[in-house]
Structures are given as structure tokens and as C-alpha cells.
């Protein structure tokens, strides 16, 4: 069993960043494809971002390209998501997910799920 937990979120302006994370216990998560997706309200849980096991390999939403940046560091068992350039429409709870095999975007691909963490950026 993987137990994935996410830090980070807050309140911020527009334009601001903000770096979440997600800290993975049970298993060293170095083994495992990490993910980040969100849920803004009354809408479905979509992709951002994914990186897998190396790190070597990353995967972006559209919306999320050129302003966010994943990594991970597994001495840690942690996994950042780095957002620039916060747009209102990036209000969301961020969940961090991981599976077993290489990259993908949907997320009932992924097993394992975190709590999130709240994202509100004002305008």
C-alpha cells in the first residue's frame, strides 16, 4: 500500500506561484509513476500533470504547459508540482496519485490517491 499526502496549497494572487507537494509513505515511491490532477467544483477531476519513476519523463495538461513544472525527488519520497503564472481558472483541489506502470493522463489509470490540498487563486 502507497499513502500519498499533499502540502502546499494556500490562497494566492493571480500571476503568483505557488509549489505544492505530495510526500508518499508505505513503499518507496521510487518505483512508482506520480501524478497531479485537480477538481475544481461541480466540474470532473482532470489531469495536470505526470512524471515518472526516473523523473525523465514528464506529461502536461494543455492548460498547465509552459506554467508548471513537476518533480520529484526520491531520497525524499516526494513529488512538487511548481505553478507559475496563476490564472483563476487554476481554483482547484489538487490531488497527487500514483500507479505502478509508465505515464498517463486518465486518472482512473492511477491507483493510489491523496486527501488534496486547495488551490484558490483571486483575482
Known amino acids: 500500500q502507497v499513502q500519498l499526502k499533499e502540502s502546499g496549497g494556500g490562497l494566492v494572487q493571480a500571476g503568483a506561484s505557488l509549489r505544492i507537494s505530495c510526500a508518499a509513505s508505505?513503499?518507496?515511491?521510487?518505483?512508482?509513476?506520480m501524478g497531479w490532477f485537480r477538481q475544481a467544483p461541480g466540474k470532473e477531476r482532470e489531469f495536470v500533470a505526470t512524471?515518472?519513476?526516473?523523473?525523465?519523463?514528464?506529461g502536461f495538461a494543455d492548460s498547465v504547459k509552459g506554467r508548471f513544472t513537476i518533480s520529484r525527488d526520491n531520497t525524499k519520497n516526494t513529488v512538487y508540482l511548481q505553478m507559475n503564472s496563476l490564472k483563476p481558472e487554476d481554483t482547484a483541489v489538487y490531488y497527487c496519485?500514483?500507479?505502478?506502470?509508465?505515464?498517463?493522463?486518465?486518472?482512473?489509470?492511477?491507483?493510489?490517491w491523496g486527501q488534496g490540498t486547495q488551490v484558490t487563486v483571486s483575482s
Open positions: 496519485a500514483a500507479r505502478q506502470q509508465g505515464i498517463v493522463a486518465p486518472p482512473s489509470f492511477y491507483t493510489y
Open positions: 508505505g513503499r518507496p515511491s521510487s518505483s512508482l509513476t
Open positions: 512524471i515518472n519513476w526516473s523523473g525523465d519523463s514528464t
